[in-house]
């Protein structure tokens, strides 16, 4: 009977020495942590609806594809506003004009990103895009009038001397794709800026949707302009599938953005870069150059260093 009773305390002392593990686990889960993997896993998702649009091969116009991608995400995202928070719609007109204005960016974004897409590998594509933070930061100090000292500047010049690289202007590397890259970039530019200046009272589920439904109805407009295309099982399984991480990129970066400071979170949204050269590998055989490769290199890391001083300037500051 004591050997039993003695069993039974090493089994209670070591469920108990597991539980306190696990608490000191989810302890050292910190809301910054979840925040950092809930972007890696919106980058990852934001990657694999660019790989499988790609993999509709252009069987579908370019317009239909965004008109059914926009309902399908579009349903999806009213469905997932029940656990984020209500939709509301009664804002100021202030509001309303940056929320069009972030719509047309959008729509104008998705036409030339999707356009690169189809005609150039995924790898440089998101390579491109890795400019953003640091056009954004040019784009707030020229418009917002935000101090942005000397050490961003340079950056910034460095960043895009690395968007060179992969772009390669008058080299067998840059084409009309590139230059639409590189528009996209500024048209993303726009609607982040737009995002910016909008009134906290504004939801942010509300922003989604509302540029989601603009995105389609735009779409489904220019696509009467062309005939439709038949949409094979294949073709419209893969759609569904874009439409199901496109909102699950949305849903991960919002609660990113919620759970974690921006300036700790937002640097792993270089996750993306690497996701999407890894996919483009593994599935369309896009062997990365060693000029593509350093340029990307340069331009995540003057991002990451502008990331950088902007939250050691936070933390000096009073």
């Given at each position: 009977m004591a050997r039993g009773f003695f069993v039974e305390d090493l089994l209670s002392r070591a469920q108990s020495l597991i539980a306190g593990e696990f608490q000191?686990?989810?302890?050292?889960?910190?809301?910054?942590?979840?925040?950092?993997?809930?972007?890696?896993?919106?980058?990852?998702?934001?990657?694999l609806n660019d790989t499988f649009v790609k993999l509709t091969g252009g069987e579908v116009p370019l317009f239909q594809l965004i008109f059914?991608?926009?309902?399908?995400?579009?349903?999806?995202?009213?469905?997932?506003?029940?656990?984020?928070?209500p939709l509301r719609f009664r804002l100021p007109r202030r509001d309303w004009a940056l929320i069009t204005l972030r719509?047309?960016?959008?729509?104008?974004?998705?036409?030339?990103?999707?356009?690169?897409?189809?005609?150039?590998?995924?790898?440089?594509?998101?390579?491109?895009?890795?400019?953003?933070?640091?056009?954004?930061?040019?784009?707030?100090?020229v418009v917002l009038r935000e101090a942005v000292g000397w050490r961003r500047v340079l950056a910034i010049a460095i960043g895009f001397?690395?968007?060179?690289?992969?772009?390669?202007?008058?080299?067998?590397?840059?084409?009309?794709?590139?230059?639409?890259?590189?528009?996209?970039?500024?048209?993303?530019?726009?609607?982040?800026?737009s995002t910016r200046v909008l009134s906290a009272?504004?939801?942010?589920?509300?922003?989604?949707l509302t540029t989601s439904v603009l995105v389609m109805v735009a779409a489904g407009l220019a696509s009467l302009a062309q005939p439709w295309a038949a949409v094979t099982p294949?073709?419209?399984?893969?759609?569904?599938v874009a439409s199901f991480f496109i909102v699950g990129g949305y849903y991960c970066s919002i609660q990113a953005m919620r759970v974690g400071?921006?300036?700790?979170?937002?640097?792993?949204?270089?996750?993306?870069?690497?996701?999407?050269?890894?996919?483009?590998?593994?599935?369309?055989?896009e062997v990365p150059r060693a000029l593509t490769l350093l340029g990307a290199a340069i331009v995540v890391g003057t991002g990451l260093f502008t990331l950088y001083r902007e939250q050691r300037a936070r933390r000096l500051a009073p």
């Open positions: 000191e686990r989810r302890v050292a889960m910190s809301p910054n942590l979840i925040g950092a993997f809930l972007m890696v896993a919106g980058m990852a998702a934001f990657t059914l991608r926009g309902v399908l995400s579009s349903g999806m995202i009213l469905v997932l506003a029940r656990s984020i928070g719509g047309i960016a959008e729509i104008a974004g998705a036409y030339f990103f999707l356009s690169a897409l189809f005609n150039m590998p995924i790898g440089n594509l998101t390579a491109i895009l890795q400019v953003l933070p640091l056009t954004v930061t040019l784009a707030s100090a001397g690395g968007v060179l690289l992969i772009v390669r202007p008058g080299a067998e590397g840059f084409n009309v794709w590139s230059l639409y890259a590189l528009i996209a970039v500024c048209c993303v530019t726009v609607r982040d800026l009272a504004v939801p942010g589920i509300t922003v989604t294949q073709v419209g399984g893969l759609i569904a400071e921006v300036s700790f979170v937002a640097p792993f949204r270089y996750a993306g870069l690497i996701a999407a050269m890894l996919v483009g590998y593994l599935v369309f055989g």
